[in-house]
C-alpha cells in the first residue's frame, strides 16, 4: 500500500524555549498577514520566510489580513537546511511547534502544499473547541428554503472532485459550492463557511475535471502553475469562479448531511461494529478492516506524531 501523503509530512516536535533563541538570530524578508474566515470570525495568520515564491503565492492564495493586526498563529518558513543559517542538523527534518506560542518552524521549506497543511493545522489550534477543519468540500444543495449544506469529505484520491464535478454537470441540481477542498465547521451550530480563499490551490486535473476547457477559457496571467513542486504543471493557484463559475459561493450554510467517500476495492464492506466505521475512518481501527485512511475528521491531524 502507497504511504499516504499526510504520512509523509514532517512530525512535529515541542521545541522548548529554544525555538526563540534559534529565532532572534535569523532574519526573514518577508512577512504576509493571511485572514481565513471560520464560523463567527476569523483567524490571522503570519507567513514569514525568506522564499520569495512562497511568499508571493502565500500572499496570492489568501485573504490578506488588515494591516496591524496581531497574528492568532505564526508559520516561519525557512528554505535552507538547518546548518546554512549556522545552526545544528538536528533541526532539520521536523516541524518545531510550540503549542503556547502558536508558531511553527521549519527549515527546508520547499513546497507551498506543505504551507498549504500547515495553515489547516495552525488554523485548527488557533480556533475555539467547537470549531473543526473538514478536509473535504463543501455545498450548499436545492433551491430556496430547501437548500441543506452537505459536506463531501474523504481521503486524498478518493473521488471527492470527481463526485462534485458530477454534480455541476447536472444543471437540474442546484449546487453551491463554498469551499474546495477543506474548511471551518462549528460543532455546536452546524455552520460552515467559505474560508475566503482569493485563489484556490489546486491539482491540474482536478481543475480539468471540474471545467475540461479551462485553459481555453480562462484569461492570460489570471491563474500560475505552482513552481515551488518538482512537477510544476502538476498543482496551480486558480481563481475560484474560473472554475466553478456561478456555482462559486462565500455564503454560510448549515451541515445536514456529511458522505465520505473511499477507494476501496469491489468486494470491500465498511466496519460493522458500534462506533468502528468512525473510528476506522479516523485511522484507529483494526487495519485488517479497512485500509489507511488520514484522519480527515481530526483537523489538527498535522500536527500529531
Known sequence: MDISYYDALLPVREPGADLWAVLAHIRLPYRVLASVCVPGGRVVLAFVSDSA???RMFAANWAQAEAGQE?????YALVGSACGYGLDRQWDGVRWWSRDQKTM??????SYGLAKVCVRGLCSAASGDDIVFVHGCALSVGARTGRRGVLITGSSGAGKTTLVAGLLRHPECSVAVLNDDWGALSLDSGVLVSTGERMLHMKTCSVLALCPGFFATAPAGSYSSDLSEHDQNARMLVPPESVYGTAWSTAATVAEHVAVVVREPADWLPPGRENETVRALESEGDTCLIHHHEAFFNGSLILTT
Open 53 to 55: 515564491l512562497l511568499s
Open 71 to 75: 497574528p492568532d498563529a505564526t508559520l
Open 105 to 110: 518552524m521549519v527549515f527546508g521549506f520547499g
